[in-house]
């Protein structure tokens, strides 16, 4: 996916609905979505609603970055969704030896780690999407190519092991697959 950051409009705020799967908190997101599209991006990535400087989720789903080998994602502060696919990735992460950070993010600190190379990976997660890689991300008219565009193999290891659990392919080691008869 490419991205722009969106900082005028905002998607959900503390106090707010944004924590939970409401479909208000999307309608908002139709004026910036418009303008990202007629800019040739797929998506928006939001920031918080106070300071819009800390960064929350991307387009209707949490967002996940690897900086120098840490995956870093928006922590939960009432505006951000605790999606299951978040947890999930979140687990998969630790048991696979990876620090995971659950902190305020802020868009400047993301910009200077797309800026020096320090910026590996980024991804969308979510209940439809599962993982959708980020390639792109635009603030204040610079562009950051991530992983040259491709999708990382931190990334795809994800979309493998959880499609792989939601396909029957690969063994649930979690207990998160239901037999339904």
Same mark, same amino acid.
């Given at each position: 996916?490419?991205?722009?950051?969106?900082? $005028?409009?905002?998607? $959900?705020?503390?106090?707010?609905? #944004?924590?939970? +799967?409401?479909?208000?908190?999307? $309608?908002?997101?139709?004026?910036?979505?418009?303008?990202?599209?007629?800019?040739?991006?797929?998506?928006?990535?939001?920031? =918080?609603?106070? *300071? %819009? %400087?800390?960064?929350?989720?991307?387009?209707?789903? @949490?967002?996940?970055?690897?900086?120098?080998?840490?995956?870093?994602?928006?922590?939960?502060?009432?505006?951000?969704?605790?999606?299951?696919?978040?947890?999930?990735?979140?687990?998969?992460?630790?048991?696979?030896?990876?620090?995971?950070?659950? %902190?305020?993010?802020?868009? =400047?600190?993301?910009?200077?780690? $797309? %800026? @020096?190379?320090?910026?590996?990976?980024?991804?969308?997660?979510?209940?439809?999407?599962?993982?959708?890689?980020?390639?792109?991300?635009?603030?204040? #008219?610079? =562009?950051?190519?991530?992983?040259?565009?491709?999708?990382?193999?931190? *990334?795809? +290891?994800?979309?493998? +092991?959880? *499609?792989?659990?939601?396909?029957?392919?690969?063994? =649930?080691?979690?207990?998160?697959?239901?037999?339904?008869?």
């Amino acid at each position: 996916m490419s991205i722009m950051i969106e900082d $005028a409009d905002v998607r $959900a705020v503390r106090g707010g609905t #944004g924590y939970t +799967k409401c479909g208000g908190n999307y $309608a908002c997101s139709i004026r910036a979505g418009e303008r990202a599209e007629k800019k040739g991006f797929s998506q928006v990535l939001w920031l =918080d609603g106070v *300071t %819009r %400087r800390n960064i929350e989720e991307v387009g209707s789903m @949490n967002v996940m970055f690897k900086i120098n080998g840490v995956v870093i994602t928006p922590k939960l502060t009432g505006s951000v969704l605790p999606g299951i696919t978040r947890k999930s990735c979140i687990e998969l992460l630790k048991d696979w030896g990876y620090k995971v950070e659950e %902190r305020e993010f802020s868009v =400047d600190e993301l910009a200077e780690s $797309a %800026r @020096n190379g320090t910026l590996e990976e980024a991804w969308g997660t979510g209940t439809a999407a599962v993982i959708s890689p980020i390639g792109e991300l635009a603030y204040e #008219g610079s =562009d950051y190519k991530i992983g040259g565009g491709k999708i990382g193999e931190l *990334t795809q +290891k994800l979309y493998d +092991k959880l *499609t792989g659990i939601q396909w029957g392919k690969t063994e =649930d080691t979690k207990g998160w697959s239901v037999k339904v008869c």
